[in-house]
């Protein structure tokens, strides 16, 4: 029986935020997000650590810049060797609402677009699958994302057990944003010099900073038509 946040904290499985009210459950004697421990999060997990409003980061009064770095995670996937980083980012006013994806690396490839109805969750994958399909074909590539809805699919294989069930998640229920998870998935299966790395929002990695403000800009163009 899930129980809601009464202090914020962190996700002992993912180690992004849990806020004051989150779904949260014991799993092994700590306290995670609920939908870690189900092994998935939904479309509209709002309120978890991922879903982030189409705000600039620089006019927000409301988001601060942290000075902490991700801390290491034991479960993190071994890129290849000279593998291409990519930064992927998606933001959504409204959730669902005007939408806008991004993806950058550090040698100045950049691609970006929206969508006029959709959600966080939605953004953030397809921000990884337009990576994907442009640069995977380069070789070796590590997608760098501050969603744990889309690395964790990989590295902790949660598509495994989707496909698995026919696309049934753990709690018998059709898998949310397959329309997109299906054409990311198959880019990545059989394909084990593409990993994923979490890192944190707001942390200062000018690269994450990058992609948020150019998904954040695709949203804005979408909003005004």
Not at 59 to 67: A, F, L, P
Request: overall charge neutral; aromatic content about 6%; glycine content about 10%.
């Amino acid at each position: 029986m899930p129980l809601t946040a009464k202090f914020p904290t962190s996700c002992a499985l993912c180690s992004s935020p849990v806020p004051v009210g989150a779904p949260i459950v014991k799993s092994g004697g700590r306290w995670v997000h609920e939908a870690c421990a189900a092994g998935e999060q939904s479309s509209l997990d709002l309120g978890v650590g991922d879903a982030k409003p189409a705000t600039s980061r620089a006019s927000s009064g409301s988001k601060t810049r942290s000075s902490s770095r991700p801390r290491p995670d034991a479960r993190e996937m071994t890129a290849a060797e000279g593998a291409l980083e990519v930064w992927t980012d998606g933001a959504c006013s409204g959730n669902p609402g005007p939408g806008g994806w991004a993806w950058a690396t550090k040698d100045g490839r950049q691609g970006s677009g929206g969508e006029p109805a959709t959600t966080n969750q939605r953004m953030e994958i397809q921000a990884a699958l337009e990576a994907v399909r442009t640069l995977a074909v380069d070789g070796p590539l590590v997608v760098v994302s501050d969603s744990t809805y889309v690395v964790n699919c990989f590295r902790d294989a949660w598509w495994k057990g989707w496909l698995a069930r026919g696309w049934v998640n753990s709690a018998k229920k059709p898998v949310a944003n397959r329309d997109l998870w299906e054409p990311l998935i198959a880019e990545v299966r059989d394909r084990p010099d593409i990993t994923f790395r979490w890192v944190k929002g707001h942390s200062g990695d000018a690269m994450n900073d990058l992609v948020d403000t150019l998904a954040v800009e695709a949203a804005a163009d979408v909003r005004r038509g």
